[in-house]
């Protein structure tokens, strides 16, 4: 039976249109009552019924995610924590993927679904920057130069990419290598700054990057450029896949002869021949910040800048030397 407003007022000791201003949003409820509300309607199972919130705000509680790719893990991942997050809080999801036509069609696609906002992802965000957003699309980036036309949330993937450096200098190795991600990516281009920046304060030699796009395959290619190396650091951990596998192939040791550390911690990681290390991306905090900036920007909010931590994660793929 679908539980209603009367119930939750009757739950939590206040009127039915308290209820409603909670659920709608209004800042004319104090904040302990707000909670006690909330806190009736998290008890009961309480869900706003979409239809009629959307003819007294104006606003469908659905929101859009812009990718252009869901092939890679990463972006997987992330539709995954979005997908979740706006379930939290009531949101529906619309997906639209940025095709031959472009940005400004998948905007289109998304307006006519009546979406509230959208969150842009990864290597999508770079179009959004390119292109002139709809002014009545809220927007926020995931992975992006500053700009103030939206939120923006990323991870710190220099400061994961100098850790990870860091760590195989510190096992001995005059210098590492880089397998780095495409061009164009801004994740990939600050992973290889994290890169730089680590060499050149440890005075190491900076040998230029052999170049993926983050798949498997094009770790493996990588690898062919790689036969001086003694240690190297993967823009993400599907291209060390394709890497460790061909320096097997050739013969060479895992991390006997060649430190691998890879970047995301993707799922299935630990379970690589070695085990990889790596450095991990929080996507479910990712996921949540960057529904959370939307939410605000929805309700009225200024754009914000959030950065998660990413944190180095050891195992066997490193070793010692």
Do not use: C
Not at 229 to 237: E, G, H, I, P, Q
Not at 273 to 297: E, H, I, Y
């Amino acid at each position: 039976m679908r539980v209603s407003m009367a119930d939750v007022a009757a739950e939590a000791g206040v009127s039915a249109q308290t209820v409603s201003r909670v659920a709608n949003g209004s800042p004319r409820v104090d904040p302990a009552t707000r909670a006690r509300v909330e806190r009736a309607m998290a008890d009961l199972g309480y869900r706003m019924h979409r239809a009629a919130r959307a003819l007294r705000t104006g606003q469908t509680s659905t929101i859009g995610l812009v990718v252009s790719t869901l092939a890679s893990v990463g972006n997987s991942r992330m539709l995954q924590a979005i997908s979740e997050a706006a379930a939290a809080r009531d949101y529906a999801l619309a997906v639209v993927t940025v095709g031959e036509r472009g940005i400004h069609e998948a905007f289109a696609r998304l307006r006519s679904q009546g979406v509230d906002g959208a969150v842009v992802l990864n290597e999508a965000t770079e179009l959004a920057r390119d292109a002139e957003p709809p002014a009545d699309l809220h927007l926020v980036v995931v992975d992006s130069p500053p700009d103030e036309r939206f939120s923006i949330v990323q991870t710190d993937h220099a400061g994961g990419a100098r850790a990870a450096t860091a760590h195989l200098l510190s096992l001995g190795h005059a210098t590492v290598h880089h397998v780095a991600g495409p061009a164009r990516s801004f994740a990939a281009a600050e992973r290889e700054r994290g890169w730089r920046d680590a060499l050149a304060g440890a005075g190491a030699a900076i040998v230029e990057p052999v170049r993926g796009d983050w798949t498997s395959a094009s770790g493996h290619r990588a690898a062919a450029g790689l036969d001086a190396a003694t240690a190297v650091f993967v823009a993400n951990d599907q291209m060390a896949l394709g890497v460790l596998r061909a320096f097997a192939d050739g013969g060479r040791g895992i991390p006997s002869d060649v430190a691998v550390v890879g970047f995301d911690d993707i799922v299935d990681a630990a379970e690589f021949r070695p085990p990889l290390s790596t450095v991990r991306q929080d996507f479910d905090a990712l996921g949540g910040r960057a529904v959370a900036a939307l939410v605000a920007a929805i309700e009225g909010g200024a754009p914000v800048v959030e950065t998660v931590p990413a944190a180095l994660v050891v195992r066997a793929s490193s070793g010692s030397r």
